[in-house]
């Protein structure tokens, strides 16, 4: 018999679990290794095109032989409210689920793009995961190149080497959270790629540099100084990147985009910080809020569009005068 490992058991139905310091906790990691990240594009039921990055998706099989190749994904998506600390929850901080929940429940079809680093894509990564208000366009907002789809309604994003059409066949409600069964119906390979694919063994999918998420720390709560205007590097952790080869170094989320007192937070958070920092007047934080809620009455990009477009235009410029 091979020798007997020495083990440490933890308890994932015990509160007190909990109460640890982070580095003292459980990681999920051993459950779910670290996953490709993608980015997952939808659309409500009045068109607005939502992007939200997630590393929750898995690829579960091929249907039966003979019925057109069918192959199922799956994707899941927290349903609680998206506070990141019990300090969140006391005070009111807390966001809904992500759009892609209510689209994929409005629209039942998405995109899944893969995430590449030769793309240059974590920072825009970054941005489509702010909470910008339902319904306007991280497409945009990040400057993601549309890509028309063939058979599904939301577009794909041209930056992103795989694209893969999918409809919803089947959504379960779990504890917290939501997961969705998606059939595959349609994928569009960069031409280069696929022409590499079919030369090298059907090994040329890693050239592809596939992002992989391996580290997010929630609960960084920091103070914003002169010497530290977006906080303290060597303090605030936010996600970390690799690929699938580790001769690269890791990539990391900017940390001057979005929030500072949280990962992900609500817009009021994120536009108070930005008043905080001095990026924004008074004047504008206000004005800017007051376009939220308008937009929010009545999100039809029709009727609503010059609103719309303010408000874009007013976040893009957030994001982008810092460069």
């Known amino acids: 018999m091979g020798k007997m490992r020495e083990r440490v058991t933890y308890n994932l139905l015990d509160e007190e679990i909990l109460k640890r310091k982070p580095s ?6 051993f459950v779910e290794p670290p996953l490709l990240a993608y980015l997952v594009t939808t659309v409500d039921k009045y068109g607005n095109v939502n992007v939200t990055p997630t590393s929750s998706g898995s690829f579960l099989g091929e249907g039966p032989k003979g019925e057109g190749g069918a192959i199922y994904f799956s994707v899941a998506y927290k349903t609680t409210p998206q506070g990141r600390s019990r300090e969140d929850r006391w005070t009111g901080m807390e966001t809904s689920p992500r759009d892609a929940v209510y689209n994929l429940d409005e629209v039942p079809e998405c995109v899944i793009n893969y995430c590449s680093l030769s793309a240059s894509l974590v920072e825009k990564m970054r941005i489509a995961a702010l909470p910008i208000p339902k319904g306007i366009s991280e497409m945009d907002i990040a400057g993601f190149t549309p890509l028309k789809s063939r058979m599904v309604t939301p577009p ?18 779990l504890h917290g959270w939501k997961i969705y069964f998606l059939e595959i119906i349609g994928v569009h390979v960069d031409v280069e790629l696929d022409e590499r694919d079919k030369v090298n063994g059907h090994m040329a999918y890693l050239d592809a540099d596939p992002l ?20 303290d590097e060597s303090k605030l952790k936010r996600c970390f990147y690799t690929t699938v080869d580790r ?12 929030p500072m007192r949280r990962w992900i937070g609500t817009f009021e958070i994120w536009m108070q910080d930005e008043l905080n920092k001095g990026k924004i007047t ?29 408000l874009t235009d007013r976040i893009k410029k957030i994001i982008w005068s810092r460069k």
Do not use: T
Not at 212 to 231: A, Q, R, T, W
């Open 156 to 173: 794909g994003i041209a930056e992103c080497p795989v694209n893969m059409e999918a409809k919803v066949v089947h959504s379960k409600k």
């Open 247 to 258: 001769s690269k170094q890791y990539a990391q989320e900017p940390y001057d985009i979005g």
């Open 24 to 29: 003292e906790r459980f990681n999920y990691k």
């Open 212 to 231: 992989i998420k391996l580290h997010l720390e929630n609960d960084s709560v920091f103070e914003i100084d002169e010497e530290h205007p977006y906080g």
């Open 282 to 310: 008074r004047q504008e934080f206000d004005e800017i809020l007051e376009l939220k809620e308008n937009w929010l009455k009545n999100p039809e990009p029709v009727l609503n569009g010059s609103v719309k477009n303010e």
